[in-house]
């Protein structure tokens, strides 16, 4: 058993598996009304319209993640804006603003004599790299997801099953569809130094998409896509150390493999859920 532990015992590989596993958690509260919702080409966008305020952090020698959160508010109020322009669908609203944003942050380190910034960790990430303050911001952006999860659990609910019952609720569908989108953006932002900007779809999407035939509420898709996500952070550290991958996308990609192993087992589950309350059963186990 010891190729189980041994990785485990090195500290940098105990705080890429503690990061992996608050970023899990985050990307579980998030990405559940992601997938609900359908919002997956949203969270793209928002995960690559990351790179301007990346970019001009490095640029500066100022926090990396300090310039994350600038692009992502100004992509959260760009969306909200465009959402309400009733001449303009939303997929082209963030279609554009996902060029037009992602074109900015190539122009602005194309611009750089030195390419200070590095496009490699930013679109892969370095979970091998969390520091403990990483770890400590991450349980800050838990404990904030956390809580905006739980107040606005009644209005998100409302909004990703009908929208128009949600205004007649007196649950105001705008500003809860621009909190929705904070939280994206916060879970996004808190995972694209662990797994980058290409990689954070695994953990937003894969995990609660992995849950959704299985649990039957949506506090149990959170709480199932938490698990699933912790265990492809788990297995992807393990499977990267034993066979020399790189440990975001080896994480990323255990993650939509759970997705397609939990989706067939459903299928299995279903299949034969349906056989068992055919009218034709009984006769069959009978002969």
């Given at each position: ?69 600038v692009s ?75 809580a905006v ?47 980058g900007t ?90």
């Open positions: 058993m010891e190729w189980l532990t041994v990785p485990f015992e090195v500290t940098f590989v105990q705080r890429a598996l503690w990061g992996g596993m608050l970023v899990s958690a985050i990307c579980a509260l998030a990405g559940t009304w992601v997938v609900l919702r359908g919002m997956a080409f949203l969270g793209d966008a928002m995960s690559h319209g990351l790179l301007p305020g990346v970019a001009v952090a490095a640029l500066l020698g100022g926090n990396l993640m300090a310039g994350a959160v992502a508010a100004v992509m959260t109020a760009g969306v909200t804006a465009l959402g309400r322009t009733p001449k303009l669908s939303q997929d082209t609203g963030i279609g554009l603003l996902f060029v037009g944003m992602l074109s900015l942050g190539v122009i602005i380190v194309s611009r750089s004599q030195s390419f200070a910034v590095d496009l490699t960790g930013f679109l892969f990430g370095d979970v091998l790299a969390v520091r403990q303050q990483d770890l400590l911001v991450l349980a800050a952006a838990l404990l904030a997801a956390l999860s739980v107040l606005g659990h009644r209005a998100f609910l409302a909004l990703a099953f009908d929208a128009r019952k949600a205004h007649t609720l007196g649950l105001r569908p705008r500003p809860a569809h621009a909190v929705l989108l904070g939280l994206l953006g916060l879970a996004i932002v808190a995972s694209f130094h662990i797994v290409l990689l954070v779809l695994g953990l937003l999407i894969a995990p609660p998409a992995a849950a959704l035939p299985w649990a039957r509420s949506v506090r149990g898709v959170m709480a199932l896509a938490a698990l699933t996500g912790s265990a492809a952070t788990f297995g992807g550290l393990l499977l990267s150390w034993h066979l020399s991958t790189a440990a975001g996308a080896t994480i990323a990609a255990l993650a939509v493999s759970l997705f397609f192993l939990s989706h067939v087992l459903s299928g299995l589950r279903d299949r034969r859920t349906r056989r068992v309350h055919s009218p034709a059963a009984p006769l069959l186990e009978a002969n």
